[in-house]
């Protein structure tokens, strides 16, 4: 699986941006669909994730009530709507597929990655 993030871009605090991954291949509803962020020298940190059935979603409890997570399977594509962002928002955000992932809010029970996506909100 090939994952092409994007949607990233500058936008002021109360803003929204909406990211996009989209996923290369056939399997992609038989995946669970994850987005983390990443600032330079820092861990990766789990940002939202929606299981392949769209029976769980899960967010951060940084960003509940502000993102949402969804999927269409048709497309390919998983997204992240982002709603009143904040300057401490700013990072590079990264789309994860994994297969049968345990614990979709840790990193290492994905297999694929994508490329990253820059969201930058200014105060």
């Known amino acids: 699986v090939q994952l092409q993030a994007s949607g990233g871009g500058l936008v002021q605090a109360g803003g929204s941006l909406r990211l996009s991954c989209a996923a290369s291949?056939?399997?992609?509803?038989?995946?669970?669909m994850g987005w983390f962020r990443q600032a330079p020298g820092k861990e990766r940190e789990f940002v939202a994730a929606?299981?392949?059935?769209?029976?769980?979603?899960y967010y951060a409890d940084s960003v509940k009530g502000r993102f949402t997570i969804s999927r269409d399977n048709a497309k390919n594509t998983v997204y992240l709507q982002m709603n009143s962002l904040k300057p401490e928002d700013t990072d590079v955000y990264y789309c994860?597929?994994?297969?049968?992932?345990?614990?979709?809010?840790?990193?290492?029970?994905?297999?694929?990655w994508g490329q990253g996506t820059l969201v930058t909100v200014s105060s």
């Open positions: 929606i299981r392949r059935g769209y029976i769980s979603t």
């Open positions: 994860a597929a994994g297969s049968s992932v345990y614990d979709p809010t840790r990193s290492p029970g994905y297999n694929y």
């Open positions: 291949g056939r399997t992609f509803s038989s995946y669970d």
